[in-house]
């Protein structure tokens, strides 16, 4: 399963999300972050499947102590570049999410844009257990993930669960096409790339999807009272029509 993580997550993908998400979006998501998990200026945060450290740079400059944790150690080193750029202090460590080092270390952490249901139930659940324990009690967790209601109900309205775009910007074209497993509760992600057009490469990853109700039990038995759900990055209410699930929860014990 690592390797097919990494296999995705390469540079290529990384040049198409630098593409697709700018410096000013970036930040106002590192806004919404930290004001989800109440934070404040010197407190410590743990970016868990940071990459390449697109919120964990902004949230130094604004001055958090940031650790990213990621699987993928090419994605680390672009991070220590850009925060060296910045003149900001994060601590890049490679790891695995389903096996944290820390203990009641972090006033918060986050899993930020997706960055959740990479393994099966029993992995996932240890994932947030970890995270969970890398907390101080109190401190707040964030997941952020597609929205399995909504990706449902649009399968019900389009009578198939297959969807296929592109996405372009100056040389760059990307065909995405993503494959819903209702039975297995999962989503297939696949990407072809072009550049200049010319073939760059196909990426495929499979995702676990949860409901409200799922992810919400499976966080109380990691140890974590959900505090909040949204549906989006302006803090709006969850509703079964929105784009994004996003969990906030805080440690109990």
């Excluded at 993908?13 to 700018?22: D, F, G, L």
């Excluded at 844009?113 to 990479?118: A, L």
């Excluded at 297939?188 to 676990?208: A, M, N, P, V």
């Excluded at 409901?211 to 974590?224: I, Q």
Aim: aromatic share 10%; net charge negative.
């Amino acid at each position: 399963m690592a390797e097919g993580i990494l296999s995705y997550f390469d540079e290529l993908y990384m040049e198409y999300q630098q593409r697709k998400h700018p410096e000013d979006e970036t930040r106002r998501e590192a806004e919404f972050i930290v004001k989800a998990l109440d934070l404040k200026p010197g407190d410590r945060v743990l970016d868990i499947g940071c990459g390449y450290g697109r919120h964990a740079v902004v949230l130094a400059e604004m001055g958090l102590q940031v650790v990213g944790l990621d699987i993928n150690p090419a994605y680390l080193e672009i991070g220590r570049a850009k925060a060296e750029e910045l003149g900001v202090s994060v601590d890049f460590v490679p790891g695995d999410m389903r096996h944290m080092p820390w203990r009641s270390e972090f006033d918060g952490a986050y899993m930020f844009y997706t960055s959740f249901g990479f393994y099966d139930d029993e992995d996932n659940v240890r994932v947030l257990s970890e995270a969970a324990s890398s907390l101080k009690v109190g401190g707040r967790l964030l997941i952020d993930v597609r929205n399995r209601e909504r990706l449902v109900a649009l399968a019900a309205a389009h009578g198939s669960e297959r969807w296929r775009w592109w996405e372009g910007w100056g040389d760059l074209l990307v065909l995405g096409e993503e494959i819903l497993d209702l039975e297995a509760g999962r989503i297939t992600d696949r990407r072809i790339f072009f550049k200049s057009r010319e073939f760059k490469g196909e990426r495929s990853i499979s995702l676990r999807l949860y409901s409200l109700r799922e992810l919400t039990a499976l966080m109380k038995e990691a140890g974590l009272e959900v505090q909040a759900a949204y549906g989006d990055y302006n803090a709006s209410p969850y509703s079964v029509t929105s784009p994004r699930m996003i969990l906030v929860g805080r440690r109990v014990g």
